[in-house]
């Protein structure tokens, strides 16, 4: 309603009365200021305390959104960090054993290993590169002869890496091979 529109009532008033300001006693008037002045200081501290209480709840909002970001953060970056440094591992593992010379013992080794895993087989084929194989019988070793109640052929494969080797039995084949032994070191260790 705006300041001079007609007022419509619905029933007549009953004891009303004009008054106008001056014909109040000024402590009246001042009491009428008073408490306008007090109803509307309150309503304006009711108004601003909403819109703290508002913004505080959005600030919270904010806080928790940032919060839950930086959690899933922190954990995609220890992922990536962990899959780094399995990586970095690996590869100075490869470089660290790459630059190991082959000696008979590597060979030997590798052979055991492959026997072990080949586990009561009798019948057997080694496959060994060629220089690994002229390595073995440069040093006498004792691989190049079978055991008791065991066969195996020795035979050489330029597919076979230096220092790794390849057992065949009736039952299946053993790859110890230097880079299917680091393929499933990698494999293992892969998240």
Excluded: Y
């Excluded at 402590?27 to 703290?52: C, W, Y």
């Amino acid at each position: 309603m705006r300041w001079g529109e007609k007022i419509h009532l619905h029933a007549p008033l009953k004891g009303a009365q004009l008054t106008s300001m001056e014909s109040l006693p000024m402590t009246q008037v001042i009491l009428r200021e008073n408490g306008a002045f007090a109803r509307g200081t309150m309503e304006g501290e009711r108004r601003l305390s909403e819109q703290l209480i508002e913004q505080r709840n959005q600030l919270m909002e904010l806080q928790n959104g940032v919060l839950a970001s930086l959690q899933a953060a922190v954990a995609d970056v220890m992922r990536q960090s962990e899959q780094a440094m399995v990586q970095l591992a690996l590869t100075i593992a490869e470089k660290l054993v790459g630059s190991i010379p082959i000696s008979p013992e590597i060979v030997a080794s590798s052979v055991r290993s492959a026997l072990a895993d080949a586990g009561e087989a009798t019948e057997f084929q080694i496959k060994l590169n060629p220089e690994d194989i002229a390595l073995l019988k440069e040093t006498g070793s004792p691989l190049l002869e079978p055991g008791p109640g065991t066969t195996f052929h020795l035979e050489a494969s330029s597919a076979i890496s230096r220092g790794g080797c390849m057992v065949v039995t009736k039952f299946g084949i053993i790859d110890a091979r230097r880079e299917t032994r680091q393929t499933r070191i990698a494999e293992a260790l892969a998240p």
